[in-house]
């Protein structure tokens, strides 16, 4: 079986979709900052894939600048992630409820 | 169909045998007299007490957070130092030196902040 | 593989300096940060107004010389990935002022100078680089760049949301700001990359290209712009991605939620016009088709429409001003996405010419709360109550904002509101013109309750009625909007004309 771009797009969309459900899903932020790593690791399994099928390197200068920004998107959350568990004891957005109508 | 895959199967047989034949190699050769204290657990150190589930102190984690971006950093280092010898062949050397520069100063204006305000204290 | 390169020079520069001046800024904010200890931390704040207004100055001239020569179609900088055109020039003007005057109030308010509050310099080195951000939002003309811009405003308002770190409903408001604005950024890379893969191409005039070459399938086509209008409509919190927005700005300090409401809005709007409207429209009939092809202008109108609504008639039974001023921006990104319907040049320099209208107005009513705030430490409805008589000059100019805001003549609201119905009836939107004026109606009940707040209502007995005193800086800056948000609704058309220049001048 010949692996072609559509397998990649496929894969890619799998772990879109699962990234996706889990953020809805779950109620822990620290999980649902993981599922958002999984929806931009998705999103860079399509370009890379894109980016062979043009033969142009775009795409892949896109997955560096992807990787930076998320790892800085990942670090911003856990910061203040910490802050308030220091002041909650507890990192389940359910329980955040200070700013409800 | 799945011929491309062929070496990947035989690297998982040669691992697996490999393995299996050191484990059995040494069953068979080696000495067996168990006593109660070789069952237990082996432990490094004092025998594990308490939780496992500790809260970490909020230090590793900053330090942690700080090293994950610093270390990313380094991601677009990599394409700059395969771009550089063609930039250089092309009468850019200096260009490519000076970006280079000016993304260096910024990381390092970062972490003289960082270092100032005491986040790699650890207190 | 091959990987076009498109090697810049520094003589780019020439075209960028009021963003590097910013970024330079920046860095010397911060670090004299550090070098000067004290309670008031004031190099911060001069080293930020001193580089704000350096890079307004650039700017200003920049735009002056690109009208003079006639040339100002844009010159792409930084290996085409940045265009400096008419429209970048407009919005370079209105995010630097913007930032100027909420830099100058922020330095007497309590939320973000108070004792208590540490880090001070942060809160300005942050708005300076928000700055700049939001302006590469404005020129950026390439796929990566538009994604890293826009990724770069939503890092720092994560930030700066955070800023009152001690306060749990500010913590609370970050936490909220980066969950949802990371999700939403990933479905928009997700449309961007199947973009990038239907067409090849991560320029605008690129994708523009294969668009047109007619090998995209419509229903994939839709299913992108979908995907890249859901990130972006957060970005300017249009309904369904709006529900950040009310926590946000109700608990980021004041000052951060006024340049909020109005810089990353506006840089949004900013991205979306030269994003859809130099790949799908810019004048020729093909593209016209293509947006044709997937309905936009319903799609976009419903978005209009729900937009509007939804902010206006959650705003009628707010209590707090600050959380009714949020639901009353969402209400406004309803009727800003009315330019928006028909991609036309007259839509377009309609929304430039509100946007500009709205910073004003929008700015003078979130510091007359943070002056407000200083000294009654509250932001309630029943709190406001005679608070016009105790303060009768900022009262009178909250009027003259929430009459604006409103879009009552003769204020500069009703002018900008005028413009965006136009552009709709012109093209015979009836029902969206309609839609709009009956939320216009709506919107002045909840204005008028806070002028009822404090001018009208009788305070109850006891209430401290003494004379509040504001700072004299308080006073200069939210004249330097009022003044402004009367004059433009008498003398509009210089500046409508500035509009108009800056869509008939922006470069592909």
């Known amino acids: 079986m010949e692996i072609t771009l559509t397998h990649y797009l496929l894969l890619a969309a799998a772990i879109f979709v699962t990234g996706m459900v889990g953020f809805i899903v779950r109620r822990n932020a620290i999980v649902m900052l ?44 856990l910061a203040i992630l910490v802050e308030i568990f220091r002041r909650r004891r507890t990192v389940n957005v359910d329980d955040l409820k200070t700013l409800m109508e | 169909m799945f011929e491309q895959f062929i070496p990947v199967l035989l690297v998982l047989l040669v691992a697996a045998a490999f393995a299996g034949l050191f484990l059995g190699l040494s069953s068979w050769l080696g000495p067996s007299r168990p006593s109660a204290l070789k069952n237990s657990i082996y432990e490094c150190g004092v025998p594990a007490r308490g939780s496992t589930q500790i809260r970490f102190f909020v230090r590793f984690f900053l330090v942690a957070l700080f090293f994950l971006l610093f270390d990313l950093e380094a991601v677009f280092l990599y394409p700059w130092v395969i771009l550089y010898k063609g930039m250089l062949a092309a009468g850019h050397g200096m260009f490519a030196l000076g970006e280079m520069g000016a993304f260096v100063a910024v990381l390092l204006v970062g972490f003289i902040y960082i270092w100032k305000k005491g986040g790699l204290e650890w207190q | 593989m091959e990987l076009n390169l498109n090697i810049p020079s520094w003589s780019d520069l020439r075209f960028w300096l009021p963003e590097a001046i910013l970024c330079i800024t920046f860095l010397v904010a911060l670090l004299g940060d550090l070098v000067v200890r004290g309670r008031r931390t004031w190099v911060p704040f001069a080293v930020s107004v001193a580089g704000l207004i350096t890079a307004g100055a650039y700017a200003v001239a920049a735009m002056n010389h690109g009208l003079d ?38 330095w007497t308010s309590e939320e973000i100078m108070g004792k208590r509050r540490e880090n001070k310099g942060e809160f300005y080195a942050l708005t300076v680089l928000l700055t700049a951000a939001m302006m590469v939002m404005a020129e950026a003309r390439d796929l990566l760049m538009l994604f890293l811009s826009m990724e770069a405003v939503g890092l720092i308002s994560y930030v700066m949301a955070g800023y009152m770190r001690t306060s749990l ?10 969950l949802f604005g990371a999700v939403s950024s990933a479905i928009m890379l997700y449309g961007m990359s199947l973009l990038y893969g239907m067409t090849g191409a991560m320029e605008f005039d690129g994708i523009r290209n294969a ?7 419509p229903f994939a086509l839709l299913v992108v712009v979908v995907l890249i209008l859901a990130g972006m409509s957060y970005k300017i919190a249009a309904v369904p991605f709006h529900y ?20 990353p809005k506006a840089a949004g709007f900013a991205l979306m016009i030269r994003f859809f409207y130099t790949t799908f429209a810019a004048g020729t009939d093909a593209g016209t088709q293509l947006v044709q092809d997937i309905n936009w ?7 209009s429409v729900a937009t509007m609504t939804y902010g206006n008639l959650v705003a009628l039974r707010q209590t707090n ?42 700015l003078g009513a979130f510091f007359y709360v943070v002056a407000i705030n200083n000294h009654l430490k509250s932001e309630e409805l029943s709190d406001y109550v005679g608070i016009g008589f105790r303060a009768p000059w900022a009262g009178a100019m909250m009027v003259i904002f929430l009459a604006s805001l409103t879009g009552v003549p003769p204020f500069a609201g009703f002018v900008g509101k005028f413009y965006l119905f136009t552009a ?85």
């Not at chain 3, 792409?76 to 100027?100: E, K, N, Q, W």
């Open chain 3, 424 to 508: 709709v009836l012109d093209k015979q939107w009836f029902w969206l013109a309609i839609v709009a004026a009956l939320n216009s109606v709506v919107s002045l009940y909840y204005y008028f309750k806070v002028v009822r707040a404090m001018f009208l209502s009788t305070p109850a007995e006891g209430t401290d009625m003494s004379p509040l005193k504001l700072h004299w800086l308080q006073y200069v800056v939210l004249a330097m909007l009022a003044i402004p948000t009367l004059a433009l609704g008498l003398f509009f058309e210089e500046f409508k004309g500035l509009a108009d220049m800056a869509i008939g001048m922006m470069g592909g």
């Open chain 1, 34 to 77: 993981m599922c958002v790593e999984l929806m931009l690791s998705s999103v860079n399994i399509v370009f890379a894939a894109f980016s062979r099928f043009h033969l142009d390197g775009g795409g892949h200068v896109f997955v560096l600048m992807n990787f930076a920004v998320a790892a800085a998107e990942a670090a911003i959350g």
């Open chain 3, 321 to 362: 001003v600050k959380r009714m001023l949020a639901y009353s921006s969402i209400a406004h990104v309803g009727y800003l996405l009315m330019g928006f319907v028909l991609l036309s040049s007259a839509g377009l320099a309609s929304i430039l010419f509100y946007l500009l209208v709205y910073t004003l107005m929008n």
């Open chain 3, 69 to 106: 020569a006639g040339q100002f179609q844009g010159h792409t900088i930084m290996g085409s990935l940045m265009i400096v055109d008419g429209m970048a020039g407009f919005f370079r003007l209105l995010f630097i002022f913007a930032s100027l005057v909420t830099v100058l109030f922020a």
């Open chain 3, 211 to 217: 668009l047109i070459s007619g090998t995209v399938d």
């Open chain 3, 244 to 263: 950040w927005c009310p926590d946000v700005y109700e608990g980021a300090p004041t000052p951060v939620s006024a340049i909020f409401s109005v810089g």
């Open chain 3, 297 to 303: 202008p319903l799609l976009v109108a419903v978005m």
């Open chain 3, 169 to 178: 409903r500010s913590s609370e408001a970050s936490l909220k700001y980066v």
